[in-house]
């Protein structure tokens, strides 16, 4: 069993070389600077963390990689997750754009194979406000969704500066009623400076014990590169 997964990631990480490889002149990078890993409402890292990713396109396809450096742990793991995706848009229905994606997450250095999460996605607008609705599913644990995250987003003018707001919420289906049930918001407000963007998000929790809250506001900087 260990043998087989160990094979897995190496397929996984070798095609998404060669996918990238295929897009070299395609490609965009990224780098975000935060104050605190915040994944799904759970704090992962609570101090400084520096996310890097890579993206680009070939065959009809989103390829990419995306990692977080906890700066606060000097060592072995302080590269402490690497994710790499690919990702698919479907078409449109009843003026829903779909779309479906793959992502492997690792976690150099830590115990455990990391996960394997399909996931499906629908985005459209619901009387003049833009949503989204995105189901996800660890593939190795149930072939339905554990997860659902459901946000909405625009642009409006504080003090006469222009600025970009989103809110999102997570609902978790797990194998009790102590763990089903919405578990944070997320409200987000950001502003490009033109270098980048500059974000704040505040982090409500709304189940103690589906979610673990321990950062509630997380301020990031973000650039393309």
């Known amino acids: 069993q260990v043998e087989g997964v160990k094979m897995k990631k190496v397929i996984a990480t070798t095609m998404a070389a060669f996918l990238v490889a295929q897009v070299a002149s395609a490609i965009s990078t990224s780098v975000d600077f935060a104050s605190a890993y915040i994944f799904r409402g759970t ?3 609570d101090g400084f963390v520096i996310q890097p990713g890579v993206e680009g396109e070939v065959a009809g396809l989103t390829v990419g990689a995306w990692a977080n450096v906890d700066m606060d ?6 590269v402490s997750e690497i994710d790499l995706y690919v ?30 999460e399909l996931s499906v996605s629908a985005a459209g607008s619901v ?3 833009d949503l989204s609705v995105s189901a ?22 504080l003090a006469g500066v222009a600025v970009d707001y989103g809110i999102a ?5 797990g194998a009790d009623d102590d763990s089903t049930g919405l578990g944070y918001a ?10 980048g963007v500059v974000s704040a998000t505040y982090i409500d929790e709304m189940d ?10 997380v301020l990031s900087f973000g650039m393309s590169l």
């Open 43 to 45: 704090t992962v890292n």
């Open 127 to 129: 009387s003049g406000f």
């Open 169 to 173: 919420t997570g609902y978790f289906d």
């Open 136 to 157: 996800f599913a660890d593939i190795a644990e149930s072939s339905t969704p554990g997860y659902y995250e459901i946000s909405t987003g625009g642009s409006t003018s």
């Open 186 to 195: 997320a409200y987000s407000l950001s502003y490009d400076t033109g270098a």
């Open 87 to 116: 990702a698919k848009d479907l078409g449109s229905v009843a003026g829903w754009d779909i779309s479906a994606g793959l992502c492997e997450y690792t976690y150099p250095g830590a115990a455990g194979d990391g996960e394997t």
């Open 73 to 78: 742990n000097v060592g072995d793991d302080q």
């Open 208 to 217: 103690a014990d589906i979610v673990a809250v321990d950062e509630t506001v």
